[in-house]
């Protein structure tokens, strides 16, 4: 199984920095990622796929880059309703393989 | 609108069987990629099952041969079977369509307990 390496594990951050999360996946995948956050108690929500797709509805402050095997989730601004866990997920192929997550806590 | 909702999950007995459903409005189940993505007690996610419009199925690795996905196309709901199961089991269950895609949308989840 392809394996996802995410980091950080976790990132402290105030309103209005900007802040960058990595994916690297064990071997090549194309653009065949997305990334999600969860906040405690809810689904996960798809913010970014193929890659650097924003899902609808989604701000505009999140983007994603990369292919082939190191990507990367960046928000551009954090705002306050953001900090939660992200996490990235490979759909390459099966068994399809998630990031160990990265939470992101107010400094 | 697109609706997703998980039930049929409880506490079981290690070595017993569970059925958890999905039934879903506002899109066609048949017409989708549906998954299973698990996530234990303070853990992160963990991708289960998927089954295709046109049948195919996969499995992880910890699941292969005790867990099977289905769908009930007049029902328009995706199923989970769960045998054999074991405490490394406990989790919330979440189904999804399109769970990469543009569209993907997440249902609540359903807690299943595997305790004696």
């Known amino acids: 199984a392809i394996q996802m390496t995410q980091s950080p594990s976790s990132l402290s951050a105030s309103v209005g920095d900007r802040v960058t999360i990595t994916c690297r996946a064990s071997q090549g995948i194309r653009n065949d990622l997305g990334w999600y956050q969860q906040k405690p108690g809810k689904a996960p929500k798809l913010l970014i796929y193929a890659a650097s797709s924003l899902q609808s509805g989604v701000p505009s402050r999140f983007s994603g880059s990369g292919s082939g095997t190191d990507f990367t989730l960046t928000i551009s601004s954090l705002q306050p309703e953001d900090f939660a866990t992200y996490y990235c997920l490979q759909d390459y192929n099966y068994p399809n393989t998630f990031g160990q997550g990265t939470k992101l806590e107010i400094k | 609108e697109v609706q997703l909702v998980e039930s049929g999950g409880g506490l079981v007995q290690p070595g017993g069987s569970l059925r958890l459903s999905c039934a879903a409005s506002g899109f066609t189940v048949s017409s989708n990629y549906m998954s299973w993505v698990r996530q234990a007690p303070g853990k992160g996610l963990e991708w289960v099952s998927v089954?295709?419009?046109?049948?195919?199925?996969y499995y992880a690795d910890s699941v292969k041969g005790r867990f099977t996905i289905s769908r009930d196309n007049s029902k328009n709901t995706l199923y989970l079977q769960m045998n054999s199961l074991r405490a490394e089991d406990t989790a919330v269950y979440y189904c999804a369509n399109e769970i990469a895609a543009a569209g993907s949308n997440w249902g609540q989840g359903t807690l299943v307990t595997v305790s004696s």
């Open positions: 089954i295709y419009s046109g049948g195919s199925t």
